[in-house]
């Protein structure tokens, strides 16, 4: 109910469908002279679903714009912080169900990365190798290590041949 001085009103009719509703039926608009919206809730969500439809570019040039703000990035932030458990929780699921589905191509596509690790004597390859059988991790491991052990591991297929 809204309470304009000694007025009260509780009904209204609505600018496009003409049907006489209740006031909570409106959206509430500060602008306007009695706070509400001159349409309903309901033709007003009509109005909204064609808007979109007819504006898609329009629309995606907006949010684009407004996603690069500070205001937008901020309030991102804000979320993913506010909500990291659920997040990582949510995209863990996701990443179990599409490994689950694509098992054995990636299991494949795993075994030909390894291959062509091999073979090209990759980084990673060669810090695998020297981490084999101790406590140090891959980032323990400078470039200098790395490429030293890869010229040697050159240096012993070359002799192999
Ligand atoms: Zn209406």
């Known amino acids: 109910m809204i309470n ?11 600018g496009k469908c003409n049907k006489n509703k209740d006031i909570n039926l409106f959206f ?31 629309i995606r040039l907006i949010k684009q714009k407004y996603a690069k703000t ?3 990035k901020k309030k991102k932030r804000e979320y993913y912080y506010k909500n990291i458990e659920a997040i990582r929780e949510k995209n863990n699921i996701q990443l179990r169900i599409y490994r689950e ?30 981490v084999q059988g101790s406590n140090l991790r891959h980032r323990d491991i400078s470039q200098d290590i790395v490429d030293a052990k890869r010229e040697y591991l050159k240096l012993k297929r070359h002799l192999k041949k």
Not at 4 to 14: E, F, N, P, Q, R
Not at 38 to 56: D, G, H, L, S
Not at 116 to 125: A, C, P, V
């Open 4 to 14: 304009t001085g000694a007025l009260k009103i509780d009904k209204k009719v609505c």
């Open 28 to 58: 509430n608009r500060q602008d306007s002279k009695d706070g509400k919206n001159n349409i309903c809730k309901a033709c007003k969500k009509e109005k909204n679903i064609i808007y979109r439809k007819n504006n898609k570019e329009k």
């Open 70 to 72: 500070e205001r937008c």
């Open 101 to 130: 589905k694509n098992r054995d191509q990636l299991r494949k596509a795993f075994r030909k990365r390894k291959r062509n690790y091999i073979r090209d004597l990759h980084d990673t390859y060669i810090k695998e190798l020297i």
